[in-house]
């Protein structure tokens, strides 16, 4: 089903109608075409996670396949050996043989640029969906900001070291959003603005990991 799903991009491409289930769909773009498989690329499932931020609207934790399960790596090493198997025993001629390797080529070259043009495309091929109660094997978290507030981004998610460090968190814009157990929720970190200015003039910083770990 995740192969049908990329036929869609190629052929949309071509401008064919594709016939699905006893239903015909004309993709209107190859993001579309991606978003609509199975568990797809929007968040809001078991691995999105809360942000308390008016700056981004969800968030999700991702993380890094491995070579083998990319699902822009996998695939080929089937469709390769099955494009030259079909061309050396079902065609006889050398111009079909070609067009069916130059396809799955192509194919695999339209995933590669689209991953780079799209941020949900690469994220749906190169990581895993975690779930928010195993933050701990995450790696990424995927940003999606408020309306009109720019682009998707992947930004790294950092975990403490367990001395009394933040549990995990991620900077996303130069803001650092840390992971509060209570709220069970990403906050951004807060500044003490409402001091008084002869504290401010007098303070000389952090000078320990400790007093810093128990300032955040």
């Not at 996670?49 to 999700?60: G, M, W």
Request: hydrophobic share 45%.
């Amino acid at each position: 089903q995740l192969l049908l799903h990329w036929k869609v991009i190629i052929f949309h491409t071509a401008g064919v109608r594709i016939r699905d289930l006893g239903a015909t769909y004309a993709t209107q773009c190859v993001g579309v075409a991606i978003l609509a498989t199975p568990g797809g690329l929007n968040d809001g499932g078991m691995n999105a996670v809360n942000v308390v931020s008016k700056q981004i609207r969800t968030a999700a934790l991702y993380r890094v396949r491995s070579s083998s399960s990319r699902l822009d790596v996998w695939p080929f090493v089937l469709l390769y050996p099955a494009a030259i198997l079909a061309s050396v025993t079902y065609f006889h001629d050398w111009l079909p043989a070609l067009l069916c390797i130059a396809g799955v080529v192509l194919l695999q070259v339209m995933l590669f640029l689209f991953s780079h043009w799209m941020v949900e495309v690469h994220c749906f091929l190169s990581y895993a969906p975690v779930s928010s109660k195993s933050m701990a094997s995450a790696d990424v978290v995927k940003v999606t900001p408020a309306q009109y507030g720019g682009k998707t981004e992947l930004c790294d998610l950092v975990h403490g070291d367990g001395d009394g460090s933040p549990q995990a968190s991620f900077e996303h814009r130069k803001c650092r959003y840390y992971f509060s157990q209570p709220k069970s929720a990403f906050v951004k970190l807060v500044s003490r603005t409402k001091e008084p200015f002869e504290k401010y003039a007098r303070y000389t910083g952090y000078h320990t990991e400790a007093l810093l770990h128990s300032a955040l």
